[in-house]
């Protein structure tokens, strides 16, 4: 009986191990299928979690001031309690993706799931923009076994910089630094509008936007470009 039991669950974290981590490491290590840079002269900002109501149209402020456009991933049940800010993204020029209608990773979601945590992003995104969405982000670049062929109607954006901005201390201590050393052209930067998901500091999005000015300011000065995934 014990025998069955080791068995069984041993089985099932193969399973498991095959179903998550096993594409997860394959997909970011190959690169297979995913894009972590872009060819054009500028940099691409990227903010996942949002849009927030207390953060994402202070961050569309500072964008504006600085006429740097960005790409957003959006949560889709966020996007339905705020549209108006994905029609104000959407008129002032950024570019709007999808990271699953709740903020919930593909490990957790069985293929029916995850394609309906797309379709129903999608559709939240095109009642604001009745535009086409052609980019996607997986929540913390988790993959499952099926995340690429059921995406595979859309571009897989990841990153090649990520600071950690989902917690205050990292935003006070290091992330401008961190933030100055990528000038290379094509670099897409991974930063959050929005506190509220598992694991993050609520007031993080206020700390990073306090570098982030700091950091267009400067780049402003050097004539850098921000641009969307889309301006290439
Ligand atoms: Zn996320």
Not at 35 to 56: C, M, N, Q, R, W
Request: aromatic share 12%; hydrophobic share 40%; proline share 3%.
């Amino acid at each position: 009986m014990i025998n069955i039991i080791i068995f069984c669950m041993i089985s099932f974290l193969v399973l498991f191990l095959l179903y998550t981590i096993f594409p997860t490491v394959l997909i970011r290590v190959t690169g297979w299928g995913i894009t972590k840079k872009v060819k054009t002269e500028g940099i691409a900002l990227t903010f996942d979690d949002g849009p927030s109501p207390e953060y994402t149209e202070l961050l569309l402020d500072l964008l504006k001031k600085y006429d740097a456009k960005a790409t957003f991933f959006v949560v889709g049940s966020n996007v339905k309690r705020n549209p108006e800010i994905i029609k104000r993204m959407y008129l002032e020029g950024h570019t709007i993706g999808i990271h699953h209608f709740d903020h919930i990773s593909s490990w957790l979601l069985s293929p029916f799931q995850l394609k309906r945590q797309l379709n129903m992003t999608e559709m939240a995104i095109r009642e604001c923009t009745n535009e086409k969405v052609t980019y996607y982000r997986p929540p913390w670049g988790h993959f499952n076994l099926f995340t690429l062929l059921l995406s595979k109607k859309y571009k897989v954006i990841m990153w090649s910089d990520i600071f950690g901005d989902w917690k205050v201390d990292k935003c006070k201590n290091g992330l401008l630094d961190q933030l100055r050393k990528t000038t290379e052209a094509g670099s897409i930067l991974l930063l959050h509008d929005c506190g509220e998901t598992w694991g993050a500091d609520k007031e993080a999005p206020k700390f990073m936007m306090e570098n982030l000015a700091i950091f267009l300011k400067e780049n402003q000065n050097k004539g850098t470009r921000f641009v969307t995934l889309k301006d290439r």
